[in-house]
């Protein structure tokens, strides 16, 4: 292709490769930011998880922090709750996600770009507002038992289960949008001709339309899982005693107790973990991408 | 009652009768009373330009779309309100609609393994398909790594594996180029033979139809226009339309002036007369429309006699086409006809542009299609050629 572009129209090859050029010195200057701004906290959380206290330059090195971290109990019970909260959460916005990608993508005609746009909006909304928005609807005196007859419950706001809901209403939108593009390729005809074989709803569901939006859910879990570990700021205001979480842990440990190095190195241990689990699922994304 | 238990009643193995059958979107009818009876065994085709209501009559088949009124029967049994996966045909859709997370043997067991036929029935069913579609070798490709004629058999063996009393193919080719769809016909015809399976066919193109079919239903907004023969449509065809659709035809308006030994003349002067045969009775003064194929009209110097048609004119147009040579030829009545020279003679010499000359051709080959009143005198542009059928399809 560039060859015959080269031999046809060369003066449009050097202009190319000219805005190759151009495009190199516009991209300079925030790829350089990107990279101070993003590396250098995270060289600095680093090293503050491998120096020995008091954190100063004389301290010397150690991997004490990293020990402790991980035979403190506490720490294990908390990943245990972060892990299970998070992974409920995901399993309830794949519940909703799928059927709400498969009704935008081949059921709602006229109504898709309006079920997008919806979806877009209410990512708008800033986070903390949409948390506290859920402390309204799950309150004591909120809509949810104001709407349940019988006396007020109260496990539905400040425990895990708040916790959940709220996760999984805050991250909808990017569940659902990497899987209704998934869809978007699959080519309906493919419904038909398995219904023509003879297959229900199901077998259509889980023969067809899952394995062919595979892509689009390991890309949104990717996309959810991970903020939803580091989560401190839904638990904090929707969380109760049983939904303390990492993110909050690690907030706690340098904030509050100015304990850098454990922070740091617990820290440091999810951001490892995280790009372990987003390798996994990138994998199986592109192991999933059918050629057609 | 389901499609299979109509194979009871042996004489209608494979038979598909759509008995009356409309269907209107919205205030459109995409078909409009159609009736058709499709013989166990037949290669049978729907032809006609794009919205004339033939995917809407193979759909319904397939039970996809329900009637509004009328009946379909598969194998003597109403199958009206069965739907698509307890009727024992099968559809072979144009984009194919092969699942390309399976393999080609995977998607191809796809129908026995929802029908539960157990693993070793599903598997010697399955080898035994690839090797009537000619794809051994290619069991374990993904459709993505076959090229398109290769899937075009991967959908035909995935829907032959079933064993479906019929298949009902929606312009199964159109994907592909000329050259592998010419191919590919003769093979689907081999394919039908071999099998035995009824086909239903539905296209656009007539060749294509033409080529394949034992019979072919033309139509046209939502009616049969003509249900016939290959042979049978292009020598009788019975309206202008299906003379104009079906390959190249002259359509040309025919005033009766006078009978004669059973034919009707249109007489043009200086000795000059149309003739054309015509079984009913029309009256004196009436105007007809009769067709005539351009290689069923001879140039000639002389007067062919008694039971031919006899006129001369001036050729406007002259293309070289190879095998023929393509005359258009303006008529004393206004009308131009296209005729088409044989050239089987090297060296021969083409008539020029301005050139009179005389054309003959036998009665019988002047076929009335339609007496319609035609209001506006023909001028010309009366040869359909396909490339202008197929251009409004």
Same mark, same amino acid.
């Given at each position: 292709?560039?060859?015959?572009?080269?031999?046809?129209?060369?003066?449009?090859?050097?202009?190319?490769?000219?805005?190759?050029?151009?495009?190199?010195?516009?991209?300079?200057?925030?790829?350089?930011?990107?990279?101070?701004?993003?590396?250098?906290?995270?060289?600095?959380?680093? *090293?503050?998880?491998?120096?020995?206290?008091?954190?100063?330059?004389?301290?010397?090195?150690?991997?004490?922090?990293?020990?402790?971290?991980?035979?403190? +109990?506490?720490?294990?019970?908390?990943?245990?709750?972060?892990?299970?909260?998070?992974?409920?959460?995901?399993?309830?916005?794949?519940?909703?996600?799928?059927?709400?990608?498969?009704?935008?993508?081949?059921?709602?005609?006229?109504?898709?770009? #309006?079920?997008?746009? *919806?979806?877009?909006?209410?990512?708008?909304?800033?986070?903390?507002?949409?948390?506290?928005?859920?402390?309204?609807?799950?309150?004591?005196?909120?809509?949810?038992?104001?709407?349940?007859?019988?006396?007020?419950? *109260?496990?539905?706001? #400040?425990?895990? #289960?708040?916790?959940?809901?709220?996760?999984?209403?805050?991250?909808?939108?990017?569940?659902?949008?990497?899987?209704?593009?998934?869809?978007?390729?699959?080519?309906?005809?493919?419904?038909?001709?398995?219904?023509?074989?003879?297959?229900?709803?199901?077998?259509?569901?889980?023969?067809?339309?899952?394995?062919?939006?595979?892509?689009?859910?390991?890309?949104?879990?990717?996309?959810?899982?991970?903020?939803?570990?580091?989560?401190?700021?839904?638990?904090?205001?929707?969380?109760?005693?049983?939904?303390?979480?990492?993110?909050?842990?690690?907030? +706690?440990?340098?904030? *509050?107790?100015? +304990?850098?190095?454990?922070?740091?190195?617990?820290?440091?241990?999810?951001?490892?973990?995280?790009?372990?689990?987003?390798?996994?699922?990138?994998?199986?994304?592109?192991?999933?991408?059918?050629?057609? | 009652?389901?499609?299979?238990?109509?194979?009871?009643?042996?004489?209608?193995?494979?038979?598909?009768?759509?008995?009356?059958?409309?269907?209107?979107?919205?205030?459109?009818?995409?078909?409009?009373?159609?009736?058709?009876?499709?013989?166990?065994?037949?290669?049978?085709?729907?032809?006609?330009?794009?919205?004339?209501?033939?995917?809407?009559?193979?759909?319904?088949?397939?039970?996809?779309?329900?009637?509004?009124?009328?009946?379909?029967?598969?194998?003597?049994?109403?199958?009206?309100?069965?739907?698509?996966?307890?009727?024992?045909?099968?559809?072979?859709?144009?984009?194919?609609?092969?699942?390309?997370?399976?393999?080609?043997?995977?998607?191809?067991?796809?129908?026995?393994?929802?029908?539960?036929?157990?693993?070793?029935?599903?598997?010697?069913?399955?080898?035994?398909?690839?090797?009537?579609?000619?794809?051994?070798?290619?069991?374990?490709?993904?459709?993505?790594?076959?090229?398109?004629?290769?899937?075009?058999?991967?959908?035909?063996?995935?829907?032959?594996?079933?064993?479906?009393?019929?298949?009902?193919?929606?312009?199964?080719?159109?994907?592909?180029?000329?050259?592998?769809?010419?191919?590919?016909?003769?093979?689907?015809?081999?394919?039908?033979?071999?099998?035995?399976?009824?086909?239903?066919?539905?296209?656009?193109?007539?060749?294509?139809?033409?080529?394949?079919?034992?019979?072919?239903?033309?139509?046209?907004?939502?009616?049969?226009?003509?249900?016939?023969?290959?042979?049978?449509?292009?020598?009788?065809?019975?309206?202008?339309?299906?003379?104009?659709?079906?390959?190249?035809?002259?359509?040309?308006?025919?005033?009766?002036?006078?009978?004669?030994?059973?034919?009707?003349?249109?007489?043009?002067?200086?000795?000059?007369?149309?003739?054309?045969?015509?079984?009913?009775?029309?009256?004196?003064?009436?105007?007809?429309?009769?067709?005539?194929?351009?290689?069923?009209?001879?140039?000639?110097?002389?007067?062919?006699?008694?039971?031919?048609?006899?006129?001369?004119?001036?050729?406007?147009?002259?293309?070289?086409?190879?095998?023929?040579?393509?005359?258009?030829?303006?008529?004393?009545?206004?009308?131009?006809?296209?005729?088409?020279?044989?050239?089987?003679?090297?060296?021969?010499?083409?008539?020029?542009?301005?050139?009179?000359?005389?054309?003959?051709?036998?009665?019988?080959?002047?076929?009335?299609?339609?007496?319609?009143?035609?209001?506006?005198?023909?001028?010309?542009?009366?040869?359909?050629?396909?490339?202008?059928?197929?251009?409004?399809?």
């Amino acid at each position: 292709m560039a060859v015959t572009v080269g031999t046809l129209e060369p003066s449009r090859g050097r202009r190319r490769s000219g805005s190759g050029r151009g495009a190199f010195g516009i991209l300079f200057t925030p790829v350089v930011l990107l990279l101070v701004l993003f590396l250098g906290p995270m060289v600095i959380m680093a *090293s503050m998880s491998l120096l020995r206290f008091p954190p100063n330059l004389s301290s010397g090195r150690t991997l004490q922090h990293y020990t402790d971290v991980l035979t403190n +109990d506490l720490n294990w019970h908390i990943a245990w709750t972060t892990l299970s909260i998070a992974s409920i959460s995901m399993a309830i916005m794949l519940v909703i996600a799928i059927p709400l990608a498969y009704y935008m993508v081949f059921k709602a005609r006229r109504w898709e770009l #309006f079920l997008l746009l *919806s979806l877009v909006l209410a990512d708008e909304l800033a986070p903390v507002v949409k948390v506290y928005a859920w402390q309204v609807i799950l309150g004591r005196n909120g809509i949810v038992n104001w709407l349940i007859p019988g006396p007020p419950k *109260s496990f539905l706001l #400040f425990s895990s #289960f708040a916790v959940i809901v709220t996760l999984a209403a805050t991250y909808i939108t990017y569940t659902t949008i990497p899987i209704y593009a998934a869809m978007k390729a699959i080519d309906p005809s493919m419904f038909e001709s398995a219904v023509d074989l003879g297959a229900g709803w199901w077998v259509q569901t889980r023969k067809i339309l899952i394995p062919l939006a595979a892509p689009g859910i390991f890309i949104a879990m990717i996309l959810v899982y991970i903020p939803m570990l580091t989560d401190f700021v839904t638990a904090d205001i929707v969380g109760g005693t049983g939904s303390y979480m990492m993110g909050q842990r690690v907030r +706690d440990l340098i904030l *509050s107790a100015g +304990d850098w190095g454990a922070g740091s190195a617990l820290n440091i241990i999810m951001l490892v973990v995280s790009v372990v689990f987003s390798l996994i699922a990138y994998r199986l994304a592109r192991l999933n991408r059918i050629q057609t | 009652m389901t499609a299979s238990s109509g194979s009871e009643n042996g004489g209608h193995e494979g038979e598909i009768v759509v008995e009356r059958v409309t269907k209107r979107f919205g205030a459109l009818a995409a078909v409009h009373d159609v009736s058709l009876t499709i013989p166990g065994g037949e290669f049978f085709s729907m032809l006609g330009p794009s919205g004339c209501g033939k995917t809407t009559t193979l759909r319904m088949i397939a039970g996809f779309e329900a009637p509004d009124r009328g009946r379909i029967l598969l194998q003597g049994a109403d199958v009206t309100a069965v739907p698509p996966a307890k009727r024992n045909v099968h559809m072979v859709f144009q984009a194919y609609g092969l699942f390309p997370h399976m393999t080609v043997a995977e998607n191809i067991a796809f129908g026995p393994k929802i029908k539960k036929l157990g693993r070793g029935e599903t598997g010697s069913r399955v080898a035994e398909v690839i090797h009537t579609v000619q794809l051994d070798g290619l069991e374990d490709r993904r459709p993505g790594q076959l090229s398109g004629g290769q899937q075009q058999r991967v959908a035909l063996a995935r829907a032959l594996v079933n064993r479906p009393a019929a298949l009902l193919l929606d312009e199964p080719l159109g994907a592909l180029d000329l050259k592998l769809r010419k191919e590919m016909q003769l093979e689907l015809k081999a394919l039908q033979q071999r099998t035995g399976t009824t086909f239903v066919y539905v296209t656009h193109d007539q060749e294509e139809a033409m080529t394949m079919s034992d019979r072919i239903a033309v139509m046209n907004a939502g009616r049969v226009e003509q249900l016939a023969t290959p042979r049978e449509l292009y020598q009788r065809p019975a309206t202008p339309f299906v003379a104009g659709f079906i390959g190249t035809s002259n359509l040309l308006e025919l005033r009766i002036d006078r009978r004669e030994q059973g034919l009707l003349v249109m007489d043009l002067g200086e000795g000059q007369r149309i003739l054309a045969t015509e079984q009913q009775d029309p009256k004196n003064g009436e105007r007809l429309t009769v067709t005539v194929r351009p290689e069923w009209i001879k140039l000639t110097s002389v007067d062919a006699g008694g039971r031919a048609s006899h006129v001369e004119g001036t050729v406007v147009d002259v293309v070289y086409l190879g095998s023929v040579t393509q005359l258009i030829v303006l008529l004393p009545t206004g009308e131009q006809l296209t005729v088409h020279k044989l050239n089987d003679e090297v060296g021969a010499e083409d008539p020029r542009p301005g050139q009179r000359v005389l054309l003959h051709w036998a009665a019988e080959h002047s076929y009335v299609v339609g007496s319609s009143p035609v209001p506006e005198p023909p001028g010309g542009g009366t040869a359909e050629t396909p490339a202008r059928a197929e251009a409004g399809s």
